[in-house]
C-alpha cells in the first residue's frame, strides 16, 4: 500500500513537470486579461492555431450589450473598450476609432493621476494606435498612407510611455514592427554602394522581378524587430554574405554579445505569439518571419522548423511580405527556401516529421476552431452571450493539442518549462517511479507465490 502510496505521488509529481499550467497582445478588452490567465504554450499554439477566434455574431452582440451598458451609465469605461475592440473585430475600424473618441472625452474628465483612469487612459492609447494600424492594412496597405502608420506607431509609443509593462511588455515589439513598416532596412543598404543596379530595391523600382538578392542579406529586410542588426550588426563579416543562412549567424551571439534577454529581446517569443493569438496577425508572413528568427537566435530548431511550415503555408495561400525589397511571392519563397531556411542543425528526417506535424496540428487546431464556433453559434443565435450568461460554456469540452513528434518534442517541451536542470530531475524522477513501481510489483508476486506455497 505504501509502495502505491508512493508511485502515486511521484506520478503527480511527474505530471505537474510534464504538463504545467498553460499562459498568452494587441487589443485590450475583457477577452485579453482572461486569455492571458488562461496560460498556454504560446509559440505553438500560435504557429499551428490552436487559440480562440469568436464567430463575428459575437461581437455584433458585444457591441449592443456595450451600448446599452454605456448608455445606462456614461462612466463605464471598459465598456468603450469592448465595443471599439469588437468593432475592429469585424472590420469596421471607423466606428472603433470612434468608440475610442468618445471614451477620450470620458477620461478629459476625469482625475487624470487617479491609478484607474490612468489604465485606462493606456488602453485607449494602445486601442487607438492599434485600431490606425489594421484599418490601414485591411485597406490595402498603401505605402502612400504611411502617415495614417506613423499616427498608430506615435500612439502605440505613448502607450509604452505610460504603462511600460503593460500586456506584459510585449507591446514593444508592436513598435518595432510599426517602426519596420514605415521605414524598412534596405537589403542592400546594409551591404552595397547607393545606386548598386543589382540591389532588390533598385530591381523594384525599375519594374524588375525581384529574384533572391545578387549581394546583401535579405534578411535585414524582413527583419520587423531589429534582432539581426541587434545580434550581428551590419558590418560582421557573415552578416555581409547572401550565402550564408541566418543559422550561421547566431554563432555571432556566442561571441560576447550574450544573451537575447541582455540584448532587450528575452520575451521576443511570447510578444510575437501573442501579436498573432490576441492581435492581428495571424496570416502575417512577416510575424512569423520574425518568430521564425526569434526560435533560430535561441536555437530552438523543432519550433524554428514549424515556423517554416506556417510561413510556406501562408505563402501557399497567397500571403506576402509588407517588405518592398521583394516585389513578389515567388522572389521571397525563392530567398526564404534556398538562403535563410537552408542548414537547419537537425536531421532531414526529423524535419519532415515536424512538418508532418504542423500540418496534423494544424487540421486540429481548425477543427477545434470549427467545433468551439459550432457550440458558440447554437447559443448566439439563441440569444445568450457568455459577458452575461455565467452557463454559456456549461457543456464545452476542450480538447488536447496534438504532441509534437517523438521524444524531442517532449524534451523540447520540459525543458521550456523547467530548464536542463528540470529536465534531468524529471528523468530522475520518472526513474524513481519506474523502480518504485517494479520493486512494489516484485514483492506483491513474492507474497503471493509465499502465500500459495504455504
Partial sequence: ??????????LALLAALLFPARAGACLW???????????????????????????????????????????KNPGDLGAYDDAAVACDRIGRGDEALEWMERKSRRLDALDA????????????????????????ARNGADRGKLAEVEKARDYIARAIELNPNAHFGREKYQLKFLEWIIA??????????????????????AGAATTA??????????DCIGLVRAIVGTKTELGTRPDVPWFALVRVRQEGKGSLADLGYGDADKGLAGLVTLGNAWESVDAFTSLWLVMAAQQ?????????????????????????????????????????????????????????????????????????????????EAGRHPDTDPHFWDGYREPS???????????????????????????????????AWMRSAIRRRAARRAKAAG
Fill in 401 to 435: 493539442r496534438p504532441w509534437m513528434p517523438g521524444s524531442l518534442g517532449l524534451l523540447s517541451r520540459i525543458e521550456r518549462e523547467i530548464g536542463k536542470t528540470g529536465t534531468i530531475a524529471a528523468v530522475v524522477l520518472f526513474g524513481a517511479l519506474v523502480a
Fill in 300 to 380: 530552438r530548431w523543432t519550433l524554428c522548423v514549424l515556423a517554416q511550415a506556417r510561413i510556406d503555408a501562408l505563402l501557399d495561400a497567397g500571403k506576402g511580405t509588407l517588405s518592398p525589397d521583394f516585389a513578389t511571392r515567388d522572389a521571397l519563397r525563392e530567398y526564404l527556401q534556398h538562403h535563410a531556411f537552408r542548414g537547419v542543425p537537425i536531421e532531414e528526417e526529423y524535419i519532415s516529421r515536424i512538418r508532418t506535424y504542423y500540418t496534423q496540428a494544424s487540421a486540429a487546431a481548425q477543427a477545434r476552431h470549427e467545433a468551439r464556433q459550432a457550440f458558440m453559434m447554437t447559443r448566439l
Fill in 113 to 136: 493621476n487617479d491609478p484607474a483612469v490612468r489604465d485606462h487612459r493606456y488602453r485607449f492609447l494602445a486601442n487607438t494606435g492599434t485600431f490606425w494600424v489594421h484599418r490601414w
Fill in 213 to 222: 538578392p545578387a549581394s546583401g542579406p535579405a534578411i535585414y529586410s524582413l
Fill in 29 to 71: 478588452d475583457r477577452d485579453t486579461l482572461a486569455h492571458e490567465a488562461q496560460g498556454q504554450d504560446e509559440v505553438v499554439n500560435a504557429v499551428v492555431g490552436w487559440f480562440d477566434r469568436n464567430p463575428p455574431l459575437y461581437y455584433e452582440m458585444r457591441i449592443k450589450l456595450a451600448s446599452a451598458a454605456i448608455e
Fill in 184 to 205: 524598412p532596412p534596405n537589403a542592400s543598404a546594409q551591404t552595397q554602394p547607393a545606386g548598386d543596379e543589382t540591389s532588390p530595391t533598385a530591381q523594384h523600382e
Fill in 1 to 10: 500500500m505504501k509502495h502505491r502510496i508512493a508511485a502515486t505521488i511521484l
